[in-house]
């Protein structure tokens, strides 16, 4: 049995018309099927996404955890690469995980490393490369926590490490990236609120010194210039924004 007959890609997209062809050219030929799981976009994800697959589910996004376990349980096959509509996959990494998935290793996934581009700049340091995220992995022994923001991942069984990248065109600029910014801390301060976090101005400012610094000097982000330390100050700013989005809620509940 071939390679691409074991393998399941699945992406989760919300108005990726600019990115979802790029994503799906590179497994066309490839995966055993590529899944889509649309958000109920408003632009052409979905007449792009069918020129290259038919394997199209709509949901709407509530919560990620749950979101992501709804998508990876509709995949046929046995192994699952969870792949973002802004990234793509190297020839290099197509060899490598059809290597794993047929040497029978004892391990249950795999985590990837990413090579993510602002605009057409590589991050290469302040701690975003390689940056191994864990994608790969064997459908009945991997699940996200429930939880809406950054969940934890439950594995059963051993992780493994490849080498070689995912490609991950997120953000088109530094406006993008801020636009991002804006929501993601919307969404952490909506779960620090939820679960009754104690957190105070003190350990904010702590937090937001300690990553800008992190970033910056001991994982050498000076190294990529203005553009590292642009995400040393994005990484600061993603702890100041959080605290003061669950300040208001926490003076609203008060109210």
């Not at 799981?37 to 709509?58: G, H, P, W």
């Not at 059963?156 to 910014?181: A, M, P, V």
Request: charged share 30%.
């Amino acid at each position: 049995m071939s390679a691409k007959s074991l393998l399941s890609v699945v992406t989760i997209a919300h108005n990726e018309e600019k990115k979802i062809e790029d994503c799906l050219r590179s497994t066309e030929d490839w995966a055993g099927e590529h899944i889509i799981v649309d958000d109920f976009s408003t632009d052409r994800t979905v007449e792009l996404a069918r020129k290259y697959t038919d394997k199209i589910f709509q949901r709407k996004m509530d919560v990620e955890g749950i979101h992501r376990n709804w998508a990876y349980k509709n995949a046929h096959h046995e192994w699952v690469l969870s792949l973002d509509a802004d990234e793509t996959v190297t020839d290099e990494l197509k060899k490598e995980i059809n290597d794993v998935i047929m040497s029978n290793a004892d391990f249950s996934a795999y985590s990837i490393p990413l090579k993510t581009y602002i605009g057409d700049y590589w991050l290469r340091y302040g701690g975003w490369y390689p940056a191994g995220k864990l994608r790969l992995f064997k459908k009945e022994k991997f699940k996200y926590e429930e939880v809406g923001v950054h969940p934890r991942i439950i594995l059963e069984g051993k992780c493994g490490h490849l080498k070689r990248d995912i490609i991950h065109r997120g953000y088109s600029d530094f406006h993008d990236l801020f636009d991002g910014l804006n929501r993601q801390t919307t969404l952490e301060a909506e779960k620090w609120s939820n679960e009754k976090r104690a957190i105070g101005a003190g350990k904010m400012v702590w937090k937001a010194c300690d990553r800008f610094f992190r970033s910056y000097l001991r994982k050498k982000g000076y190294k990529d210039g203005i553009v590292g330390f642009v995400i040393a100050v994005h990484s600061a700013l993603y702890q100041i924004l959080s605290y003061a989005k669950y300040w208001e809620l926490q003076k609203k509940e008060a109210r």
